[in-house]
C-alpha cells in the first residue's frame, strides 16, 4: 500500500512525534509497504519530484532525529519554514495524503489528538472522526475553568471539595502539567497556564502508583508500571535517559491488573475508541485506578509503551504498525 505517516506538527510534542512517526515509516517499509513521512507542519518543501513519485522515495523521507530533553523551540521551527503563512499544514501534506491508500497518523497534541487533522482528511474521503467528551466516574474530582476565570478568581475555588492539592492540565506530553500544593503555588500555576491555552482543569491528587494500560483492537494489553527517579512523570522524567523506569508487566496484585485492565477498556468503550489507544491511571493503595487520561494517538517509537505492552504478548513492533493499519482499515470500512 501507498502510506502517508503524518509526524512533527508544532505542537509541544513535536520531537517525540518526529520520532514515533520515523520509526513507524521504517517498520511499514520493511513490511513491504511504500510508505513515506511527511512532517505535516513543513509538508514536502523540500521535494522536487514529481508528487505521484514520492512514494518510490528510497528512504521514504526518514531522516536522523531524537527527543530533546527539553520541550522544542517551536519558534524556531517556524522561522526555518520557507513557506511564511499562519497555516499549521505544509506544502503539499493534503495533496500526498489525497494520494495515499492510508494515512497514519505519528502526531502527538495540539492537531493530531484534539481531531483537527482528522477532520479534514475525512473531507478528503473515507476519515471519520468523532468528539467525544464524557465524564468519566473514575476520574477524581475536578472542575474545568476558563483562564480568565481561573486566574480572577482563583480564590474562589472550593479546595475543600478537590483537596488540600491539586493538580492544573494544560498541553501534553506533561507540559503545562503542575502540582501545586497551596494556593499560593495555584495562583502562580495558573498564570503560567495561560500559556497552553483558554482553559484549565484543577483536579484532586491522587497520590499511589502510575500504571497505564493500552488497548490493541478491543484487547487489554498488560499493564505497564511508571517510576519517577525523582518528582512526578513529567517530561523530563519521561525523556532523560535513566530518569525513570517502566515496568512491564507491572509488579501488581492480579486483582489491580484486572480492575486496571476493565478499567481502560470501560473507557475505551465509553468514548467509542477503536484500533487502539492508551490509559493512564494512578492506582491508590487500596487498589483502585483512578483515570487520568486516554491517549488515543500514544506514543509510538519503538521503545514507547504501547510497544513495550505489545512486546510482552509477543507482539513485535513491525506487526504492531500492520495490525494498527489493519484495524484501522477495518474500522473506517465498517
Same mark, same amino acid.
Given at each position: ?117 482528522? =477532520? ?45 492539592? =491539586? ?102 468503550? =465509553? ?59 477495518? =474500522?473506517?470500512?465498517?
Amino acid at each position: 500500500m501507498k502510506i502517508v505517516v503524518l509526524g512533527g506538527g508544532i505542537s509541544t510534542e513535536r520531537s517525540v512525534s518526529l520520532v514515533t512517526a520515523t520509526s513507524v515509516c521504517r517498520a511499514l517499509r520493511d513490511a513491504g509497504h511504500k510508505a513515506i513521512f511527511v512532517d505535516m507542519f513543513l509538508g514536502l518543501e523540500n521535494y522536487t519530484g514529481r508528487l505521484e513519485d514520492a512514494f518510490d522515495a528510497p528512504d521514504g523521507f526518514c531522516g536522523s532525529v531524537s527527543i530533546s530533553e527539553t520541550a522544542p523551540d517551536l519558534e524556531a521551527v517556524k522561522a526555518s519554514r520557507r513557506l511564511k503563512s499562519s497555516s499549521h499544514l505544509g506544502v503539499g501534506v493534503l495533496d500526498i495524503c489525497a494520494l495515499a491508500d492510508c494515512v497514519f497518523l505519528g502526531l502527538h497534541g495540539i492537531d493530531g489528538e484534539d481531531g483537527k487533522i482528522q =477532520a479534514a482528511l475525512e473531507l478528503l474521503g473515507g476519515y471519520e472522526v468523532e468528539w467525544l467528551g464524557e465524564k468519566i466516574d473514575l476520574t477524581p474530582g475536578w472542575r474545568r475553568l476558563t483562564m480568565v476565570d481561573a486566574v480572577k478568581e482563583y480564590a474562589g475555588i472550593d479546595f475543600g471539595a478537590i483537596s488540600d492539592n =491539586a493538580q492544573a492540565v494544560a498541553a501534553a506530553e506533561a507540559i503545562g502539567v503542575e502540582l501545586p500544593d497551596t494556593r499560593e503555588e495555584l495562583a502562580q500555576t495558573l498564570e503560567r497556564m495561560l500559556a497552553y491555552g483558554n482553559h484549565v482543569i484543577v483536579e484532586k491528587k491522587i497520590k499511589g502508583r502510575e500504571i497505564q494500560v493500552a488497548v490493541l483492537a478491543g484487547r487489554v494489553l498488560p499493564s505497564i508500571e511508571i517510576i519517577p527517579s525523582d518528582g512526578f512523570y513529567d517530561y523530563a522524567n519521561k525523556y532523560q535517559p535513566g530518569a525513570a523506569r517502566e515496568v512491564c508487566p507491572a509488579p501488581i496484585p492480579p486483582a489491580w491488573e484486572k480492575a486496571v485492565g476493565q478499567a481502560a477498556l470501560t473507557v475505551y468503550q =465509553a468514548l467509542g475508541l477503536a484500533v487502539y489507544a492508551r490509559a493512564d491511571f494512578i492506582v491508590d493503595e487500596e487498589g483502585t485506578p483512578w483515570f487520568l487520561e486516554i491517549n488515543t494517538l500514544p506514543g509510538m517509537t519503538p521503545t514507547s509503551l504501547v510497544p513495550q505492552e505489545a512486546a510482552a504478548v509477543g507482539i513485535g513492533y513491525e506487526q504492531l504498525c500492520q495490525t494498527i493499519i489493519d484495524e484501522s482499515l477495518k =474500522a473506517r470500512r465498517g
